[in-house]
Nanobody, 123 residues
Framework: QGRLMESGGGSVQAGGSLRLSCVAS????????MGWFRQAPGKEREGLAT???????TYANSVKGRFTISRDNAKNTLTLQMVGLRPEDTATYYC?????????????????WGQGTQVTVTS
């Protein structure tokens, strides 16, 4: 069973930056699409950014211009650089991967999920 593991969460003041990282275990294979999602208490999990194996990026409007997704296919790693953080960005952030070509921001279709890392932004 493939596994993903996130790191890099923490607490930061509004306007600050954080960098999240995710490492995929070898048995996740070669994910066609990887992405970052988040879930705040009482809210549904939402897609933030995805990236194909070819480097095509997709962003949610809520994070466009502030968050940057990148991946290293050779190392099977995924990162999310976050700048200009806001209190409403507070949530548990999840890394996800899928082997099918679709790279939409929806949670459906992602086979592998990390355990999540907490990001807290204080005002």
């Amino acid at each position: 069973q493939g596994r993903l593991m996130e790191s890099g969460g923490g607490s930061v003041q509004a306007g600050g930056s954080l960098r999240l990282s995710c490492v995929a275990s070898p048995d996740t294979g070669y994910p066609r699409c990887m992405g970052w999602f988040r879930q705040a208490p009482g809210k549904e999990r939402e897609g933030l950014a995805t990236i194909t194996s070819g480097g095509i990026e997709t962003y949610a409007n809520s994070v466009k211009g502030r968050f940057t997704i990148s991946r290293d296919n050779a190392k099977n790693t995924l990162t999310l650089q976050m700048v200009g953080l806001r209190p409403e960005d507070t949530a548990t952030y999840y890394c996800a991967a899928r082997s099918t070509p679709s790279c939409a921001l929806a949670t459906q279709g992602f086979s592998y999920w990390g355990q999540g890392t907490q990001v807290t932004v204080t005002s």
